[in-house]
């Protein structure tokens, strides 16, 4: 088994795969037009890279990091993040196509296009897989998907610009980071209810929890650090400083570790999430954004 951190650069259009065991980029690979956010499959066997500035995304083979196809979609417009059931259905945002694709992972197949609410973004899934949360930058909102059925259940407002988006790892809560409010709304997900608010620094841009549920990580981009908000008691308990404009965050595979791209410093800052504290970086391309953690099996 092989544990990767897929980092992508935006304005170099470019992947770097950092090995976490010796905590360095050991490839970089060119991608499409300005890679924004990436997903990969349950078994680490494909990652799928979502270029907005061209409307592409690429398919990676994990076992040699290769990029083996590219999706293109008359409709796509600004594909930006999606996630992969166990079944191996990618629910794709398109930010400025207003919809929510579904595409086959197995036959890169667009299987069905949703209108969705006005520039949907982020997308979280639920641990069960019965529901993913989209988030509306545009429309001040966030979605519920019926996974299996492909249709929407609600859309439910919230702050100003919600971006960041993410489900607890216990299905509880849905935590969503609205970037012109600075603020976090906790919301239950069995009633979607709002049970509260927590305030940030300058711009929280996404949601990432540690493993365990312990805690939320949440950076602010112009901030220029890390909200870290314990979960159960929902409060804000520490700022950890990082790089300039961070971005991505994602925990490793046992949540010893946090990883935080640092836009403007095009570098990742490394957290322990023990002691809260950024213990130090790697250096990647140039603004490197969208993050995900990575286990290659078999």
């Known amino acids: 088994m092989m544990d990767y951190l897929i980092v992508l650069n935006k304005d170099e259009n470019t992947v770097s795969f950092i090995d976490e065991s010796v905590g360095q980029v050991v490839k970089t690979v060119a991608v499409g037009e300005n890679p924004h956010e990436v997903a990969a499959t349950v078994d680490g066997r494909k990652a799928f890279v979502s270029n907005a500035g061209d409307n592409t995304i690429s398919v990676f083979d994990m076992h040699d990091l290769s ?8 409709e796509f417009n600004f594909p930006h993040e999606g996630k992969i059931t166990r079944t191996g259905k990618l629910i794709l945002a398109s930010t400025y196509a207003n919809k929510v694709f579904i595409i086959d992972t197995d036959s890169h197949a667009v299987t069905n296009v949703l209108p969705a609410q006005r520039m949907s973004h982020m997308v979280a899934l639920a641990p069960d897989e019965k529901h993913a949360y989209i988030s509306n930058i545009g429309a001040n909102s966030y979605s519920i998907l019926d996974v299996q059925a492909e249709r929407w259940i609600a859309h439910i407002p919230v702050g100003r610009s919600p971006e960041g988006i993410e489900v607890s790892p216990d299905g509880a809560w849905i935590y969503v980071a609205n970037q012109d409010d600075n603020l976090v709304y906790i919301i239950d997900a069995a009633t979607t209810s709002l049970e509260g608010r927590v305030r940030t620094s300058d711009v929280p841009i996404r949601v990432a929890f540690s493993p365990d549920g312990r805690y939320a990580f949440v950076p602010n981009r112009v901030g220029n650090c890390v909200s870290v908000i314990d979960v159960a008691r929902k409060l804000e308990i520490k700022r950890i400083p990082v790089g300039h404009w961070p971005g991505g965050t994602a925990f490793n595979a046992d949540g010893s570790r946090a990883y935080v791209a640092n836009n403007k410093t095009n570098d990742v800052s490394i957290i322990d999430v023990e002691t809260l504290k950024e213990i130090g970086r790697i ?13 290659v099996k078999g």
């Open 67 to 74: 990029v083996a196809a590219t999706i293109e979609h008359p």
């Open 283 to 295: 250096d990647v391309g140039i603004h490197p954004d969208g993050m995900i953690f990575c286990q």
